[in-house]
C-alpha cells in the first residue's frame, strides 16, 4: 500500500523492518534501563535506609527525600517497599510515610527528564566506556558505577533504534489519523495506562512518548495525556501487586493509585494550560513533555502535602487492619521480594524477620522454666507447640535468604548472608532445643510425680537469667548489627560457667540427701543445666554475625 508524503509518492512502509526495529529498540531500552537502576541500587543500597529514616522529620523533608533517593535508584517501588518496613517495624508512622510516597512519584520523572536529552549518537561511546570500566576494573564499585553508564547508553541506542523505526510513520495517512484520536485527552491517558500495564514499566511509556515527540508524531497535548496515562497504569500495576501483602504494603499501594488517579483526572481539564505553560518554558516538544511530566507530579505532591492527615486517615478507613494471624500460621511481615534486586535492603528485611522470629523462641525459653519446674503437662504442650511457628518463620526466613543468594552479592553481603543463615538455623535449634529437651524434661517431671526443692528452684532460675541475658544481648547484637553487645555475650561465658558449676556442686550435696526420687531428681536437674547451657552457646553464635569477619573465631571459641 502507497502513502503519500509531502514531495509526492513515498515509498512503502516495511512493517516487518518497523515492528522489529520498534520492539527491539524497546528490549534494549528496558535492558538499558534495568541494568543501570540495578547498579545504582547496588552503589546506594547501603546508604538508603538511613538517608531515608533520618531525613523524614516533617512531610516538605519527607517528599524531598522521597524524590532524591527514587532519582538514583530509578524505583518507586523499592522506596515504597522500604517505607512500608520502617512502618511495620514502628519506626514511622503511615503518615510520614504518605510524604516519601508523594516524593517518590517525583523522583520518577528524573528518566523523563535524562531521556529528553538528543544524544543518541554518543549512546554507543556510553556502551564501550561503560563496558569497559566494568570488564577492566576489579573493584565491586566501579563495576557497578560502569554497569551504570553501559545501561544509560543501552538506553539512549534503544531510543535511536525506535526514533528510526518510526520514522516513516510521518508519511502514513493510517497512522497520523490515529495519533490525530488521541488529541482526544480521555483517549490518550486511557492509552498510556494501558501499554504501561502492558509492559510493566512507564520508563518504556514515557520513552517511547519521548521518541514519537522527537519524530514530530504527535502534539504536546497528546505525549502529555500519555505520560499521564503512564502515571496511572504504574500506580494501579503496583496496587494490583500489593494484593496479598502486609496490610502496610496495602495501604501504601492504595494511596499511591489514589494520589495519581486522582491527580490524573484533577489534570484533563487543563492538559491544554500545562502544555501552554511548559511551551512558555521553551525547548524541543521531547523536552516540554518531560518538563509537563515533572511540573504535574511536583504541582500534585505539593498540593496534597497539606491534606496528608486526612489522606491518611481515609486510606485507613479504606484498608482496615486484619485479624491477628490463627495459632500456628505465620505470616512473615518484612519479607518482599521487590527487594531482591537489592541485596542490602533485602538482607536488612531478613534481620527484621529474624527478629520477629526470636520474639517468640525468647518468650518460649522465659515460660518454659516455671512451667518445667511446677507447671502442669498441659502448660507444658502448650510452650511445645509454639515451636511450630518458630519453624514456619524458619523455613521462610531461609528460603528468602536462599533467594537472596542468587543475586548478585558483594564479598560483604555475602558474609552477611552467610552469617543471617546461620543465626536463623541457630534459633531453630533454640526452639527444638526448648520443645524437645526442655519440654521433655518438664513431661517427665510431671510422669514421675518428681518435686523440685525451693533452694534447687532458685539455682536453676538463677542460671536461667543469666542465659536469658545472653540470649537478649545476642538478639541486641544480631538485629543492631552491634558489635558492643556480642562482646558482652561471649564475655558472660566465665559467669555462665561459673554459675553452671555452682549448680552442679548443689545438686551433687542434694543426691547424698536422704529425700525421695533423690537420683530421679539429680538426672533431672542435671538435664536442665545442661540444655539451657547449650542454648548459651547457640546465643555466642548468634551473637557473632554482627562482629567483624576476621574476629569471629574469638566469640565461640568452646
Request: proline fraction near 2%.
Amino acid at each position: 500500500m502507497l502513502f503519500v508524503a509531502q514531495a509526492g509518492a513515498a515509498d512503502p512502509i516495511d512493517w516487518v523492518l518497523l515492528l522489529s526495529g520498534l520492539f527491539g529498540g524497546l528490549a534494549i531500552f528496558l535492558l538499558g534501563m534495568d541494568r543501570m537502576t540495578e547498579s545504582l541500587r547496588v552503589v546506594a543500597g547501603d546508604r538508603l535506609r538511613g538517608v531515608l529514616l533520618k531525613l523524614t522529620s516533617n512531610r516538605i523533608m519527607g517528599i524531598l527525600t522521597g524524590a532524591g533517593i527514587t532519582a538514583v535508584i530509578q524505583s518507586s517501588s523499592v522506596t515504597t517497599v522500604l517505607v512500608v518496613g520502617f512502618i511495620s517495624s514502628g519506626l514511622m508512622s503511615f503518615q510520614q510515610s504518605l510524604g516519601v510516597i508523594l516524593g517518590a512519584n517525583i523522583g520518577t520523572t528524573i528518566t523523563a527528564q535524562i531521556i529528553a536529552f538528543k544524544v543518541t549518537s554518543y549512546a554507543l561511546f556510553a556502551v564501550a566506556g561503560g563496558f569497559a570500566v566494568t570488564f577492566l576494573s576489579k573493584r565491586g564499585d566501579r563495576q557497578a558505577l560502569g554497569a551504570v553508564v553501559l545501561g544509560l547508553g543501552l538506553v539512549f541506542f534503544g531510543m535511536s533504534l525506535m526514533g528510526d523505526a518510526m520514522s516513516p510513520l510521518r508519511t502514513s495517512d493510517t497512522f497520523v489519523d490515529l495519533m490525530a484520536r488521541l488529541e482526544n485527552p480521555f483517549l490518550g491517558v486511557a492509552v498510556g495506562a494501558a501499554f504501561t500495564a502492558l509492559v510493566q514499566s512507564s520508563s518504556a511509556t514515557t520513552g517511547i512518548v519521548i521518541v514519537l515527540a522527537q519524530q514530530g508524531l504527535i502534539s504536546l497535548e497528546t505525549g502529555i495525556a500519555l505520560v499521564l496515562g503512564a502515571n496511572v497504569g504504574t500506580s494501579v500495576t503496583a496496587l494490583l501487586a500489593s494484593i496479598g501483602k502486609p496490610r502496610e504494603a496495602l495501604r501504601a499501594g492504595v494511596a499511591h493509585a489514589l494520589f495519581n488517579v486522582g491527580g490524573a483526572i484533577i489534570w484533563l481539564p487543563f492538559i491544554g494550560l500545562l502544555a501552554d505553560a511548559v511551551q512558555d518554558i521553551g525547548g524541543a516538544t521531547a523536552r516540554q513533555v518531560a518538563n509537563a511530566h515533572t511540573f504535574f507530579n511536583v504541582l500534585n505532591a505539593f498540593l496534597v502535602v497539606g491534606f496528608i492527615p486526612a489522606f491518611a486517615r481515609l486510606i485507613e478507613r479504606l484498608v482496615p487492619d486484619h485479624a491477628e494471624d490463627e495459632a500456628g500460621v505465620v505470616r512473615v511481615r518484612y519479607l518482599d521480594k521487590t527487594l531482591l534486586r537489592t541485596p542490602s535492603l533485602a538482607l536488612d528485611r531478613a534481620r527484621l524477620e529474624l527478629l520477629r522470629m526470636a520474639d517468640r523462641v525468647r518468650a518460649m525459653y522465659a515460660d518454659v522454666l516455671p512451667a518445667l519446674l511446677t507447671g502442669s503437662r498441659w502448660t507444658l504442650l502448650e510452650i511445645g507447640e509454639r515451636d511450630e511457628e518458630v519453624d514456619s518463620l524458619h523455613s521462610q526466613i531461609i528460603e528468602f535468604l536462599g533467594q537472596i543468594s542468587q543475586t548478585r552479592l558483594s564479598e560483604g553481603e555475602t558474609q552477611e548472608l552467610i552469617g543471617l543463615m546461620e543465626a536463623t538455623n541457630d534459633l531453630e535449634a533454640i526452639g527444638d532445643l526448648i520443645e524437645t529437651n526442655l519440654v521433655g524434661l518438664g513431661l517427665r517431671r510431671t510422669e514421675q510425680g518428681i518435686s523440685i526443692s525451693p533452694e534447687t528452684t532458685d539455682v536453676l532460675t538463677e542460671f536461667h537469667g543469666q542465659v536469658a541475658e545472653a540470649l537478649d544481648l545476642a538478639m541486641l547484637a544480631l538485629t543492631q548489627k552491634n558489635p558492643d553487645a556480642a562482646r558482652r555475650a561471649s564475655k558472660m561465658k566465665r559467669q555462665v560457667n561459673s554459675l553452671e558449676r555452682a549448680a552442679a556442686a548443689h545438686q551433687a550435696e542434694r543426691l547424698v540427701v536422704d529425700a525421695p526420687d533423690r537420683v530421679a531428681t539429680y538426672r533431672l536437674e542435671i538435664d536442665v543445666i545442661a540444655s539451657v547451657k547449650r542454648i548459651y552457646y547457640f546465643a555466642k553464635r548468634i551473637a557473632r554475625v554482627s562482629v567483624p569477619h576476621e574476629e569471629r573465631a574469638a566469640i565461640v571459641d568452646d
